[in-house]
């Protein structure tokens, strides 16, 4: 049987007489966006609302006792507990050791393999693959290499004459060490933005700076550098996101300490919620993570928008 | 017409069975151990009290111990409580005055036979109040030395059950030995409790020397570890890390039990990771110290969740798990408060893999000893010491200075 032909004309549907076009469209759209969105309200802006209130209560998880205290929890982490700043500076330090170290070293290794030469294939799948190794085994070997004497890292500085310390033990070392391990373990995901993007600039701009005469350091500084702006802003947005949202990296590296040197603010949150059992401290202290995170995210956004 | 009589009987048949099966009552109960030998013997309890209660099946539980109050916490408040488990003793003050524990008095003086005067009073101090029953303790378990006597053979020392027999066990004896251990064989001559004496088990690293020293981490809610005996006992514990070298120090993984320290201090549950050890073995007392002989009671109880759907059938199981007959068989892992049984003969030989002689012991340092301090506030304590017990553990430490910081920060919350 031959098909119907369509006159590209949408009819009323005979069925559903009293809906205009427009109204059936927007039924349709409403049914498919429907499932996410009904997802999105429940498990992300419902929990959004509910840690609002829950951080103007004093709730005692194991209790079930929740009052309501207004702002006193903001209170108490801003102005009365001394741990709450040394908490944030310490989540300051990882975000500033971290979130340039991570970019210069994923900028980098873009650089050297985004051409194309054997084996970088190979090369490429090596620096990736810790992104995919699981968070919990990478600690844990990692927590074996650094351990004193003993440890594998050491031993091998030992070959070459260097004393290395206790890596874990020692406030200094220990923030240093979970910021390297953990830029090792991520810089793969920002390499492959950064390779995205190179790869998607024409030959022809760096073809016409050299005939002008440019060095490979202009090149880079005045043509390349310039058109990974987005990338950039968007790798720096994610990058400092996750530096403050850091969980499973210090609690099985080091804990929060030694001596709380590496205390840092997500990790503190889930002490105050999962040791303490106390809900509404612990929420308001997500909501001021938040807000510090949304300040950083939108200074960022400003100072892309001035350079453009 | 008679097929559809054989359908109807089938039908009828099949609907009988789905409700017998559904009137089956599944007791959840939550533990912290994983270890084949315990959950046989928990899971013969279950068995046993199929003779009392034939539709009752029991399903223990296992969540690890290092995050065991935490998940507890968690499905209390997740609405998904179970309904009976064990309790450990830091938690407990927080649990009762929480109220979440069920109040197990009525259905144990009720169970015929019980004898709850049998336990003994000391060992229900945590679990009671006035006439209330949060718990029965179910381990009441001393904390003991375990040594690799091969490594005390290969050192020429005598080993620390035969110079407790000669009174010679003490602190001084003990660093000696330990340091002798380091030098002589290369393994480290003591390891704290499961290697985790600077982090999660920092009470069990500092609680038995300060105790043998003649001091106490808090007392009256008054904090213990600035006084002259507590600095003296850390104060030798900082010397055999750094001076001696013969404790695994801070960052290290030392290992008892794949034969890497020559001694460690355990309880006598974890005798059964011993089976497969690999090299001849024992138990000793803690050394004594100018505090004389103090040992130190590590304690678990089993309670009633007030949120668990079936309450009374969980006490039921409870009185009849911690019964004279059933502590008796638990007995080989998990030392008992119930006089009876920790008066036989049956106790000191309960243990396949522990001597008798080294069961007295065991026996011994529950009639002598003091349980692990607890609080209602005891994880906000812990955290609170953390970060300066950290810097207790630096070659150049000050220690008196440390110590005076860790009182400093708890005394607040005692």
Redesign the interface.
């Given at each position: 049987m031959p098909a119907k032909p369509t006159t590209g004309i949408v009819t009323q549907d005979a069925s559903t007489p009293w809906l205009t076009l427009k109204m059936r469209e927007a039924m349709e759209a409403w049914l498919f966006i429907g499932p996410t969105l009904a997802g999105f309200l429940i498990f992300f802006i419902g929990p959004l609302i509910a840690v609002v209130w829950y951080s103007m209560t004093e709730w005692?998880?194991?209790?079930?006792q929740a009052t309501f205290v207004g702002l006193d929890n903001y209170d108490d982490a801003l102005f009365r507990n001394p741990d709450f700043w040394l908490v944030v500076r310490n989540s300051v330090i990882f975000a500033l050791g971290l979130v340039p170290f991570n970019m210069a070293l994923a900028l980098a290794l873009a650089i050297s393999l985004s051409r194309r030469f054997v084996g970088v294939v190979f090369f490429r799948t090596v620096f990736f693959a810790p992104v995919v190794t699981s968070a919990v085994a990478w600690a844990i070997v990692w927590k074996?290499l650094?351990?004193?004497?003993?440890?594998f890292v050491n031993q091998m500085l030992a070959h070459i004459g260097i004393n290395g310390p206790?890596?874990?033990?020692?406030p200094d070392w220990a923030m240093a060490a979970v910021i390297v391990t953990r830029v090792i373990k991520m810089v793969g995901l920002n390499m492959i933005l950064y390779i995205a993007a190179l790869q998607a600039i024409p030959r022809d701009y760096e073809a016409a700076a050299r005939l002008e005469g440019a060095s490979n350091w202009q090149i880079f500084r005045l043509v390349i550098w310039p058109l990974l702006g987005p990338t950039t802003l968007v790798i720096m947005v994610i990058t400092t996101i996750g530096s403050f949202k850091v969980f499973d990296h210090i609690y099985l590296m080091t804990?929060?300490?030694?001596?709380?040197g590496t205390l840092v603010l997500a990790f503190y949150i889930y002490?105050q919620g999962?040791?303490?059992?106390d809900v509404g401290y612990a929420s308001a202290l997500a909501m001021i993570m938040f807000v510090i995170v949304m300040v950083l995210t939108l200074v960022q956004l400003a100072l892309r928008r001035r350079d453009t | 017409m008679k097929t559809a009589t054989i359908a109807l009987a089938a039908s009828a048949l099949a609907l009988t069975i789905m409700s017998s099966h559904t009137s089956a009552e599944e007791l959840r109960f939550t533990v912290w151990t994983g270890n084949e030998a315990h959950l046989k013997m928990l899971n013969g309890f279950a068995e046993s009290f199929k003779a009392s209660h034939p539709d009752v099946s029991v399903k223990f539980e296992t969540i690890p111990p290092a995050d065991y109050t935490q998940k507890l916490t968690f499905q209390l408040a997740g609405g998904n409580p179970p309904d009976a488990g064990w309790l450990m003793e830091d938690a407990a003050p927080t649990f009762a005055n929480a109220g979440v524990l069920e109040d197990v008095a009525p259905t144990l003086n009720q169970a015929q036979g019980y004898n709850f005067a049998d336990f003994s009073k000391p060992a229900l101090g945590l679990w009671t109040a006035s006439d209330t029953v949060y718990g029965i303790p179910f381990s009441t378990s001393p904390f003991v030395i375990f040594y690799n006597k091969d490594l005390f053979d290969k050192a020429g020392l005598e080993d620390p059950l035969a110079l407790a027999a000669k009174g010679e066990w003490d602190m001084a004896r003990f660093q000696e030995v330990a340091k002798k251990l380091k030098e002589t064989t290369g393994k480290w001559g003591f390891e704290f409790k499961d290697g985790q004496g600077y982090d999660s088990r920092i009470m069990h690293a500092l609680m038995p020397p300060i105790r043998a020293y003649g001091g106490d981490v808090w007392a009256n809610k008054e904090c213990g570890f600035d006084k002259p005996e507590a600095v003296a006992a850390v104060q030798q514990l900082h010397d055999m890390v750094f001076k001696d070298q013969s404790i695994v120090p801070p960052g290290e993984q030392g290992d008892y039990f794949s034969g890497n320290a020559a001694m460690t201090i355990n309880q006598i549950s974890r005798a059964s990771l011993m089976e497969k050890a690999g090299f001849k073995w024992g138990i000793a007392p803690l050394p004594t110290g100018p505090g004389g002989e103090s040992p130190v009671i590590g304690q678990a109880g089993i309670v009633v969740f007030t949120a668990g759907k079936q309450k009374q059938l969980a006490a039921d199981f409870v009185a009849h798990m911690t019964n004279a007959e059933n502590v008796a068989i638990a007995a080989q892992f998990f030392p008992p408060a119930r006089t009876s049984v920790l008066e036989s003969d049956a106790f000191v030989t309960s243990n396949k893999l522990i001597p008798a002689e080294q069961m007295k012991i065991v026996a011994d340092a529950i009639a002598k000893g003091k349980v692990l301090p607890s609080h209602d506030k005891s994880p906000q304590i812990l955290t609170a010491m953390k970060p300066r017990v950290d810097a207790l553990w630096r070659p150049d430490a000050n220690v008196e200075a440390s110590l005076k910081a860790v009182c400093e920060a708890i005394q607040p919350l005692l």
């Open positions: 005692n998880l194991l209790a079930q074996f650094l351990q004193g004497e003993a440890g206790n890596w874990l033990r020692e804990g929060g300490g030694p001596e709380n002490k999962f040791e303490f059992f | -």
